[in-house]
């Protein structure tokens, strides 16, 4: 981490499929960053993907179907995307909002915005309901690291 500072390290990770803020919090933590940086810099950096994602990954999900190697990927991308949908499709769009909110593995903004694209939900109903979700998930994990480290600390 000598070229990147620790701020960057903790929005370029939040941005990651997979681990966005449940590791980029754990890490800015870990690097003695203020709170308020910390909350920050994963919060945009989880939100950077979501209105791509939301705007053009059906486009782009049709584009890689030429090519029979990405066939199963995205179904199963789909599929996963769409049971999740499934909840979100049931409780509208307070179901998107628990569905990135809670830090859960499957959760998180990239599945969300994911399951919003393939619903064709309204883009700035589902974009701040996503924001919202991501802001709360953020509040839930700091909360949870500074519990943490206060026991072990």
């Known amino acids: 981490m000598e070229n990147i500072s620790a701020e960057w390290v903790v929005f370029l990770v939040s941005a990651i499929?997979?681990?966005?803020?449940?590791?980029?919090?754990?890490?800015?933590?870990?690097?003695?960053?203020?709170?308020?940086?910390?909350?920050?810099?994963?919060?945009?950096g989880s939100l950077l993907p979501s209105p791509f994602?939301?705007?053009?990954?059906?486009?782009?999900?049709?584009?890689?179907?030429?090519?029979?190697?990405?066939?199963?990927?995205?179904?199963?991308?789909?599929?996963?995307?769409?049971?999740?949908?499934?909840?979100?499709?049931?409780?509208?769009?307070?179901?998107?909002?628990?569905?990135?909110a809670l830090p859960l593995p499957g959760t998180g903004v990239w599945t969300g915005s994911l399951v919003a694209a393939l619903m064709k939900l309204e883009f700035k109903s589902a974009l701040f309901v996503i924001a919202l979700g991501a802001a709360v998930c953020g509040a839930i994990l700091l909360f949870s690291g500074h519990g943490i480290l206060s026991i072990i600390g």
Do not use: C, H, M
């Open 17 to 44: 499929p997979v681990l966005e803020q449940k590791a980029a919090i754990p890490i800015g933590l870990a690097e003695n960053l203020n709170y308020g940086t910390v909350f920050i810099y994963s919060l945009l």
């Open 53 to 100: 994602i939301i705007l053009l990954i059906r486009k782009i999900f049709d584009w890689l179907r030429r090519f029979s190697f990405f066939e199963k990927i995205i179904e199963k991308l789909e599929k996963r995307a769409l049971k999740k949908g499934e909840k979100v499709e049931k409780y509208a769009l307070f179901g998107l909002f628990i569905l990135v």
